[in-house]
């Protein structure tokens, strides 16, 4: 009797273990057909690109994910998540790069605190308020991608700087090195703050590793929700610097990843606003982004747009967006030209269950002067994509 006693305890108790800790494993798979055609390729007016394939990550990048949460007790559970890109139309499939690596904890009724590699408050603000879901292709004003980036490179500021962070043109999409906090709802509104240190300072300096090289940055972000209305504001000053000794030239090339983010101060903002009417949802967004040269501050690079659109369900298997923007790009300082540009995108899902859907997406984009925008964007594009996205 006592033998079964001690049995029964071992097996609740691994049983209680169990329930207090548990590992997910997620994925999507996005694939179909891409098509591209763009002219003014580079800093060439004149010059054309078409490109088509069956290719990958054109709605939603494709990724590979694991998260897990353990209960600590009284409310407090520990948390973390890893995951990785993919390329299923590749057949090596994917090399692993970073898309979010994080450990935190989480307090019931607060909120919570995690280390690692992230997402910008301002990603996850424009994750709630975009009509296209920021899909991959182009015509979006505000979250300005490529199909085939797997959503872990892009263009701009700290693309390739110390940070290790990733970028669009419009805004830093995740950084490493960073902490988070994210408070819980206190009547309808939400916080979320991030700091980046990423910082050396070595007095050696007869090789690349010596000297400054220092990347920080922080950020803060508020949403508040009211019944049917969704309003959020967001900052983050990114700044990447490393000392003088280690450059010839100030880094010209602000906004493209050949020098991104070195001695960079990056300054981001976007605000946005959503309201449902129950059979569409309408959407508003402005963003703002400007990258200054810290050691000639007449090297800059400024972008701003806002954007508008709509999103809703035209049967209960089928929904559909509209979004149209427009902006403009003073590069490289003081005297240059600025380029205007426009966009707009139309997309449809056709749901086959709640894990699986159908797509189609078309999108475009014009620019006023390519040679004043630094030969990003194009002078003008489109982009379309048929394809089939799956959930895990």
Known sequence: MKKLLIALLAVTGFSLAQAQSNVTVYGLLDVGYIGTNYKGVGTSATSSQNTNAFG???????????????????????????????????????????????????????????????????????????????????????????????????????????????????????????????????????????????????????????????????????????EKLLVTANYQALKSFQSAATLTTPAPALWTGAAGGTNTQDNQTYVAATYDFGILKAYAQYINRKATDTLNTGYYAQRKAEQIGIRGNITPTIDAWLSGGLGKVTAFGVGQPVANFTAFQLGSNYWLSKRTNLYAIYGQTQTSSVASAGGNPSLAGSNYALGVRHTF
């Open 56 to 226: 990958n990550s054109a709605e939603q990048s494709s990724r590979l994910g694991f998260k897990g949460t353990e209960d600590l007790g009284g409310g407090l559970s520990a948390i973390f998540t890893v995951e990785t890109g993919l390329n299923p139309s590749d057949s090596t499939a994917s090399t692993f790069n970073n898309r979010q690596s994080f450990v935190g904890f989480r307090q019931n009724g607060i909120g919570q605190v995690a280390v690692g590699t992230q997402y910008t408050p301002i990603f996850n603000a424009i994750a709630l308020t975009d009509a296209g879901q920021m899909n991959n292709l182009v015509g979006d004003a505000i979250y300005a991608s490529n199909p085939q980036s797997n959503g872990n490179s892009g263009y701009g500021p700290y693309a390739n700087s110390t940070s290790s962070s990733s970028s669009s043109d419009a805004f830093t999409v995740r950084v490493s090195n960073s902490l988070t906090a994210t408070t819980s709802n206190f009547a309808g509104f939400t916080g979320t703050g991030l700091l980046v240190v990423n910082n050396q300072n070595a007095t050696q300096t007869s090789s690349t590793s010596g000297g400054t090289n220092n990347a920080s940055g922080w950020g803060l972000g508020a949403n508040y929700e009211w």
